[in-house]
């Protein structure tokens, strides 16, 4: 009679752990049917080990309940972060497509003042070349060095030593200086 009562007992608390409607039941508010059955149950019961097995289920049945919605509440609060952390990687990988065109955009401006630049030089180096050398170098001796230096790499080898011996020895140390740090391309054969 005990181990029956006791199977009952199990039987009814299977059924309750069992039944999806009880978890369904319990996040909306309504009664489960095992809740409605508890009363039964309830009465069934005749033992203190009995009474004191149904609490410590019921307990247990509380703690997974509250777990559960615990996790919940994490799980969408991680869908919100998830969101909004997709938000800023779209937003920093626009900056960065916006950045590389404007750094693109730099480059071409750069590029083609440079380009424009080396042309005046060039120009200008062909202009000094066919001039007397005593009056290119008077003109070049009162010019930047820098400025000077790129226009006579840009010249022949024989206009350009044809300026130089007529500068000073000075200047010509600070040119031939700078000359050997020109990178090969702009030195003219």
């Known amino acids: 009679m005990k181990g029956q009562r006791i199977i009952r007992i199990v039987s009814a608390v299977l059924l309750f752990f069992r039944s999806p409607v009880c978890l369904l039941h319990s996040a909306t508010g309504e009664k489960s049917i095992p809740e409605q059955n508890e009363a039964a149950i309830e009465t069934r019961i005749e033992s203190v080990e009995e009474r004191r097995i149904v609490a410590s289920i019921r307990k247990e049945r509380s703690n997974i309940l509250q777990q ?12 919100t972060l998830e969101g909004e ?10 900056l960065r497509l916006e950045l590389r065109n404007y750094l693109a955009s730099k480059e071409k401006i750069i590029s083609t003042d440079e380009k424009a630049r080396l042309q005046r030089i060039k120009n200008l180096s062909k ?3 066919k001039m007397d050398p005593i009056q290119a170098a008077a003109v070049l001796a009162a010019l930047d060095d820098d400025i000077t230096m ?3 790499a840009q010249m022949r080898k024989k206009s350009a030593a044809a300026i130089m011996d007529i500068l000073t020895q000075e200047k010509n140390a600070r040119l031939t200086t700078e000359y050997t740090a020109l990178p090969n391309k702009k030195q003219k054969h």
Do not use: F, G, H, T
Not at 85 to 94: A, H, S, T
């Open 68 to 79: 559960n919605e615990e996790l919940e509440k994490k799980r969408i609060a991680l869908k």
């Open 85 to 94: 952390v997709d938000k800023k990687l779209d937003q920093l990988k626009k």
């Open 127 to 129: 202009i000094y070349e």
């Open 150 to 152: 790129s226009l006579l």
